[in-house]
């Protein structure tokens, strides 16, 4: 699914951008609306942002993640 996401929330700026969700000011209640009712109003737009979405999530898994960490200690370690 597309994320919808306060601008508040910790990982709106790593995780959303235009192809896999929407970012709305926290104090704008009427904004987060608009967003979802868009969302809502295109079935395709909305599946095309939830695939992108999960293959944005997919970067930030602890299996990725730890792979390139460890990529980046051998790299210091044998420098």
């Keep these: 699914r597309p994320a919808v996401v306060s ?3 910790g990982c709106a700026g ?4 235009e192809s896999c969700g929407r970012i709305f000011s926290r104090d704008d209640f009427p904004a ?5 009712a868009k969302l809502a109003d295109d ?3 909305r599946a ?4 992108a979405a999960a293959r944005r999530a ?12 460890m990529d980046c ?3 210091v370690c044998l420098s």
């Design 7 to 9: 601008d508040r929330v």
């Design 14 to 17: 790593d995780m959303i951008d």
């Design 43 to 45: 079935r395709g737009k």
């Design 32 to 36: 987060m609306m608009r967003a979802i």
């Design 48 to 51: 095309d942002m939830g695939r």
């Design 73 to 75: 200690l051998k790299k």
């Design 58 to 69: 997919s970067q930030f898994e602890i299996a990725h993640t730890e792979s390139r960490l």
